[in-house]
């Protein structure tokens, strides 16, 4: 009768933690490296850019000749050559003098800024100025976005666009990476059938937590195979036990409690080590976890908003800093706009639409009614030390968005 | 010269919007809908639950039955049969009688409640209970979620995994979504080469934006392939026409301004029609667009950071809109931790480390420094009517996080 001693939420966690597991790395290619984590320090193999480089299209000249040109007042210089992207000029810029350049060409010898092409009439090799420019003007300078030797990125940082881009710019073809974490989502339920727009049979149930768990997984950057199996204690421990071999993490849904057909953690606890069985927490009481095999199992419930709640308090920070990446719920401060009720000695996980201001809680709270999280956007979290809110009370808000990988 | 005339941002955004396309819809597994926007209404086939369901292992029994039962009060019921999740029971609940349920099984008739097996005791047939409960509780009731034949999710619903659980609890096997937009990046220049540790020859730059602008489209659900292309009319030409064939959308970068080497807006304009080039934003002021063969083209910039925010500012939101994801900029209020300057007339876009309530700008604003992209996590919008906020004004910060598919 596990329930009866329920865990505090933070204890859970805690067990969580202390067998946090980190994946292997492996080096993959630079195509496929958006989205990973960094399991190497980014360590510069070139400068960028690699020269002064020319920032607009125009004329490479020594700033200084410019000096005092304007709408009213031209001044006149002699085109030498023509720098195109991808090209350098073996010639050198003398006063007067102006070689054409385009975005991305070095500057050549000699020129210290470039004026920008609107600024500028030509007639064959004749060039006419209305502007004036500043030693360096629309100049990059070389290395001004990353010194060559320099560490430009940590180890465990998580690659979106743009640091993908810097990597590729420091030279890195391949880079290695966290691998992806292989979840085997076992789900559990003599009752669940699949979605079909046919008749179903009386007592049956359609199997949604096969749906949203496993997105739930691939929302955490991880990969996710799903089996069905019976609520047979064969059954599930046969299940458990191959998804050992194979996969780094497992998840049940279903048979989490303690009645005929409750087995997920009978067999935990055959196979391996409950870790804990039943936390101070709503919704999401029955959650369980445990060791089999030396991998952690993650026991969800079989209603389906528990287990999507079970799985972002306990199995989301597992999966992202299984790839080194940090989780933390961001918790921020908004304004309630009902009144909350809550109990003590039990932290609620309340769904609520919410945006830069306020909080306002989804009225309908029951564990398996997934448009509660349909409609939400965010969880306020109530603390066990907290009996509710007064409407316009400051509460704590986890923007689901901020959950997502 | 099409700089020296300069498009503002609204009506550069306007003339994309006018030209808005929606890819066709196709029909898909529900195991593929994940993140993907849904091209029909869901009517749902099935209530759910499709009984009322018990919510939690214990008894099913007569709730009057139990008034005034307590730790000290017990009452005494005899146990009738078993219902496991996937049965039912032939069998009818009569006064003080009480049947074996497990969560998600149905409701035997006769009872209208279940008294959780923590609060009992059994000794083979006789059950004692501690506790009473209330006419209707721990049961979920028929079609508590979700009512047969009503509308559950409208088209044009993005479909996160809770809206995933929801769909194939309604029945849906398969679902109708928008497909995802093929896109071609067409890369121009004649300096660029690979990622690469090796050294690189001279005048030569590695190529980023291959990179960063194929992740960012990816970051709109939408799928990439990427060419790489030298500064000549004639090679941009054949890539972008043999582009409009097998792809919805093109985007270019480099040879956006108008000197030797820069085509892209030439070849546009050859070809199709240019909307725009040239807008009074920064960075990104050489940004253009246009249409080929009743296809859009985006023009991007060379520069990374330049082209990254020209995609921010003109393709995201029409790669979300083709798939029928509204998108709008999610500007909230920030203190600015550092006086800004900026230029009336000119929208500026300016990368910035924002949290819940503060907005810092980054230093280094150079239109070529990838970095500061790296540094950020937002923008710090300054509008055309703005010359820049003091210290501790507010300020109107887009995160980049919020800007995500």
């Known amino acids: 009768m596990f329930l009866s001693k329920l865990d505090s939420l933070k204890n859970a966690q805690k067990l ?7 994946t292997q790395t492996e080096e993959i290619s630079i195509h496929d490296a958006h989205r990973r984590v960094l399991a190497e320090d980014i360590i510069a193999f070139h400068d960028s850019p690699p020269f002064d480089k020319s920032a607009m299209d125009g004329f490479a000249l020594i700033a200084e000749d410019t000096f005092g040109a304007g709408q009213s007042t031209p001044k006149e210089f002699k085109i030498i050559d023509a720098i195109g992207a ?11 003098e102006a070689i054409v350049i385009a975005t991305g060409a070095p500057i050549p010898d000699g020129a210290d800024a470039v004026l920008m092409k609107e600024y500028t009439t030509t007639d064959g090799d004749d ?3 209305y502007s004036q420019v500043t030693p360096g003007e629309n100049i990059s300078p070389k290395s001004e976005d990353i010194i060559k030797g320099q560490k430009i990125l940590d180890r465990n940082t998580f690659i979106r666009y743009q640091e993908l881009g810097l990597i590729a710019s420091a030279g890195y073809d391949t880079v290695k990476v966290f691998k992806k974490p292989k979840v085997k989502l076992i789900i559990t339920g003599n009752e669940l059938v699949e979605p079909t727009k046919a008749e179903i049979d009386s007592a049956k149930i359609i199997n949604s937590n096969q749906f949203t768990i496993k997105a739930m997984v691939e929302d955490c950057g991880a990969v996710c195979d799903v089996e069905c199996v019976g609520d047979s204690f064969d059954d599930v421990r046969s299940a458990v036990l191959k998804a050992c071999q194979d996969y780094d993490v497992i998840m049940t849904t279903g048979g989490t409690a303690v009645s005929k057909g409750d087995v997920v953690l009978d067999v935990v606890d055959d196979l391996g080590e409950i870790l804990f069985h039943g936390v101070a927490i709503r919704p999401g009481k029955p959650a369980g976890a445990g060791i089999v095999n030396d991998k952690m199992i993650f026991t969800f419930s079989g209603q389906p908003v528990a287990a999507m709640s079970q799985f972002d308090m306990f199995a989301r920070k597992y999966l992202f800093e299984m790839q080194a990446r940090s989780f933390d719920f961001q918790i921020v401060k908004r304004t309630s706009q009902l009144k909350i009720p809550s109990q003590l000695g039990r932290v609620d996980f309340i769904r609520a639409v919410s945006d830069d201001e306020h909080a306002k809680h989804v009225l309908n709270r029951g564990s398996g009614i997934i448009r509660s999280m349909v409609e939400a956007n965010s969880y306020i979290i109530i603390d066990e030390n907290d009996e509710g809110y007064q409407k316009n009370d400051l509460v704590n808000v986890v923007f689901f968005n901020s959950l997502l990988w």
Not at 16 to 22: E, L, R, T
């Open 127 to 129: 060039l006419t100025i």
């Open 16 to 22: 969580i933690s202390d067998n946090q597991k980190v």
């Open 86 to 96: 991808g090209d350098f000029s073996s010639k050198s810029v003398d006063h007067n």
